[in-house]
């Protein structure tokens, strides 16, 4: 099959940064001047409040800054320390050299009695934490602080992965050549939306069906993602539509880029268009639900792990819980035997179960 497209061939001047930016999206946390006016509006919000500590806030965040930190990072850290130095003000602090544990303890349950949930309360508290630490190190505030640290117990919830019925359901109602290449990527890269908004068309290689991730979203490490055939067949239509003259692979209407909230709506509507609005689904499950599906097919985890750009193959075996073939095939076998209400007596073994593991299995020598 042919496609035809323009590549682009040169860069668009980047617009002039304004302190009303949405700084969360499409940043690449590059711009040192972007961060340095981002720094400025928030120790200014810190005067306005008369919270204390602003010297030393404003000294950790330029820390960031010189640590290559995305201004994602530096808007989370200086959003929980607020938070921190609020409570602090109403408890009468005046200093953060006089800060305890009882402090950090009382934060933490100031946050849960106003109902934060136990993921959001404990990535506060790993912000404030990376604080203490920077102020430990200023010798500002007493090494105890970090001693036995505090922790918040967060419930490991399966990935949310979208049915077979329900993914074919929602591909039946987009006929929009942009918005069904979009969904049709997410669903075979595994992509997260962020990166796939800040594709541009030199990172597609239509020929080879792959796409370059430079840096990856969250571990800013780069990896290759894939593209299936009715992704690349969805791709192509779109390519032929699009506006050659526009530097990103997706686009909104009247920009160069297309911003998650846009994405997220578009998504939406076409959740309500197939019957599905009240399941909860969201963007990140299409990839999810890759990644589910590629499990399935036999993929081992390793690979899964690269695709996917988890640092820790302990993220990606969470999969394997949500669901395994193998292992729904091993206990309807068994649950079949069991069901058959054969006596075998106390402690014997069916016949078509295979052996327990035997002695010296268990008892391999100790190297």
């Not at 120790?43 to 204390?52: C, M, P, S, W, Y």
């Not at 695709?307 to 292992?327: K, Q, W």
Request: charged share 25%; net charge positive; with cysteine.
């Amino acid at each position: 099959m042919s496609v035809a497209y323009v590549p682009q061939a040169s860069f668009l001047n980047p617009q002039p940064f304004k302190p009303t930016d949405n700084l969360s999206d499409g940043s690449d946390g590059l711009n040192p001047s972007l961060k340095s006016c981002l720094i400025e509006k928030y120790i200014t919000q810190l005067g306005k409040n008369e919270l204390l500590g602003e010297p030393y806030v404003k000294d950790y965040l330029n820390d960031q800054k010189r640590r290559n930190c995305r201004p994602n990072t530096i808007r989370c850290s200086f959003s929980a320390l607020k938070l921190f130095l609020s409570y602090l003000k109403e408890r009468g602090r005046t200093s953060l050299e006089t800060i305890t544990r009882e402090d950090i303890s009382g934060f933490i349950e100031h946050e849960q009695d106003r109902g934060m949930q136990p993921k959001t309360v404990y990535s506060r508290l790993r912000w404030l934490y990376a604080f203490v630490s920077y102020l430990v190190d200023q010798e500002v505030a007493h090494p105890d602080l970090l001693k036995r640290k505090m922790r918040v117990k967060v419930p490991e919830a399966l990935p949310r992965a979208m049915d077979p019925e329900d993914v074919q359901q929602l591909l039946a109602v987009i006929a929009k050549p942009r918005d069904r290449a979009m969904i049709l990527v997410l669903l075979r890269t595994a992509m997260r939306i962020g990166e796939l908004l800040a594709t541009r068309m030199s990172d597609l290689n239509l020929r080879e069906k792959r796409i370059t991730i430079m840096e990856a979203q969250k571990t800013r490490v780069g990896r290759v993602a894939y593209v299936s055939e009715d992704a690349y067949q969805a791709l192509a239509v779109w390519l032929n539509q699009r506006d050659p003259a526009k530097e990103n692979l997706f686009y909104g209407q009247g920009s160069q880029r297309l911003c998650y909230t846009a994405a997220r709506v578009m998504f939406g509507k076409y959740l309500e268009k197939a019957g599905l609005a009240h399941k909860g689904y969201s963007l990140h499950c299409l990839r999810h639900t890759c990644a589910t599906e590629l499990l399935n097919a036999g993929m081992r985890l390793e690979c899964l792990q690269q695709l996917l750009g988890h640092n820790s193959i302990e993220m990606t075996r969470r999969y394997a819980r949500l669901t395994d073939n193998t292992r729904r095939e091993e206990y309807f076998r068994a649950m079949a035997i069991i069901e058959k209400g054969e006596p075998y007596g106390h402690y014997r073994r069916h016949p078509e179960l295979p052996p327990v593991l035997e002695e010296t299995e268990l008892l391999r020598p100790y190297h």
